[in-house]
């Protein structure tokens, strides 16, 4: 068990400090208790995360704290924090949802296959459970803004083979579509397709797809180059976007542009907001079974 020194060194280096802060002011302005549940959301940079803006809607009676944690301190901070007693559990955000699998001492199913994870919590045995939301959130919040687009077979292209790629893929794969995906990196996207059966490499790509998801880190930044040659997004292809802030990207800007439907991200954060509370707050056994194992 970490000594006193070592905890609060940890805090310090997590970034928790400034936000004890936060938490005294925001319990004199609206009655905060003591007794609150913590969360917190992780990722290097936390920032542009939109999560710890819409998250307290589901959550009313926790307290998300957002922290911004280097790989390098990810295996401490999730000790450091499991720690508290009223520390319910993680959101994880890029780029740590792969290297958090190993932290954990059991997955869900699609945690598992698709070597991802973007929520963590404790269960009752003191174990850490890791699940992943996000391809049930992007197939869910394209299906509210676009009902029957999904009804079809569709062809889809991911640009990216990251965790949220891979939990994405999975999940159009699992519900009819045919998907391939294509990486900066060859063998990225050749570990995805080995990975997750019937996705595909592409080796060419061309105007056709119906589908097109942006699921790289770029876009962030105004100055972050296109992730793929626009000459390819051309109606009605359907373009897609992971990243939530900001909310229009470089990627659904040329999209606009050429006249294709943009779907932006965070319709996919919406989608899977309430399986998130749910897989955090829910504590009786039968019923977590069922629902996410």
């Given at each position: 068990?970490a ?12 970034g928790v400090v400034?936000?004890f802060?936060l938490?005294?002011r925001?319990?004199r302005d609206?009655g905060?208790s003591?007794r609150a549940r913590v969360?917190?959301?992780?990722g290097?940079?936390v920032?542009v ?5 819409v998250f307290?809607?589901y ?8 922290l911004d944690v280097p ?8 000790r450091?924090?499991?720690g508290a ?6 959101v ?5 949802k792969?290297?958090?699998?190993a932290?954990?001492d059991r997955?869900?199913s699609?945690?598992r296959s698709v ?5 963590v919590?404790r269960c ?6 890791g699940?992943?939301f996000d391809g049930?959130g992007?197939v869910e919040?394209?299906?509210?803004r ?7 077979p569709?062809?889809?292209l991911?640009v990216?083979?990251?965790g949220?790629?891979r939990?994405i ?8 579509h045919?998907v391939r ?17 019937g996705v ?9 797809y119906?589908?097109?998801v ?9 100055d972050?180059?296109l ?14 976007e992971?990243?939530?802030n900001p909310?229009q990207?470089?990627f659904?800007?040329?999209a606009r542009?050429?006249g294709c439907r ?7 954060l919406?989608?899977q ?8 707050a ?6 977590f079974?069922?629902l996410?194992?």
């Amino acid at each position: 068990m970490a000594s006193p020194p070592r905890v609060c060194g940890l805090l310090v280096a997590s970034g928790v400090v400034a936000f004890f802060f936060l938490i005294r002011r925001r319990r004199r302005d609206d009655g905060i208790s003591p007794r609150a549940r913590v969360v917190a959301i992780i990722g290097d940079p936390v920032g542009v995360t939109r999560t710890s803006l819409v998250f307290p809607r589901y959550t009313p009676k926790a307290v998300l704290i957002p922290l911004d944690v280097p790989a390098s301190k990810l295996a401490t901070t999730l000790r450091g924090l499991f720690g508290a007693r009223n520390f319910d559990g993680l959101v994880v955000t890029k780029p740590h949802k792969e290297n958090v699998v190993a932290l954990c001492d059991r997955l869900s199913s699609v945690a598992r296959s698709v070597g991802a994870v973007n929520c963590v919590r404790r269960c009752r045995d003191g174990l850490l459970y890791g699940a992943n939301f996000d391809g049930a959130g992007f197939v869910e919040g394209l299906r509210k803004r676009y009902p029957a687009f999904l009804d079809a077979p569709r062809t889809c292209l991911l640009v990216g083979a990251g965790g949220a790629a891979r939990a994405i893929a999975r999940e159009l794969v699992a519900t009819g579509h045919r998907v391939r995906v294509t990486n900066r990196t060859l063998a990225r996207a050749t570990d995805l397709a080995a990975a997750i059966p019937g996705v595909e490499v592409a080796t060419t790509l061309e105007p056709g797809y119906d589908l097109v998801v942006q699921c790289t880190s770029l876009g962030h930044s105004p100055d972050d180059p296109l992730p793929i040659d626009p000459s390819i997004l051309v109606p009605p292809t359907l373009c897609a976007e992971i990243i939530m802030n900001p909310p229009q990207t470089r990627f659904l800007e040329a999209a606009r542009n050429r006249g294709c439907r943009c779907h932006a991200g965070r319709h996919m954060l919406d989608a899977q907001l309430q399986l998130l509370a749910t897989f955090l707050a829910t504590t009786d056994d039968h019923v977590f079974n069922r629902l996410f194992t």
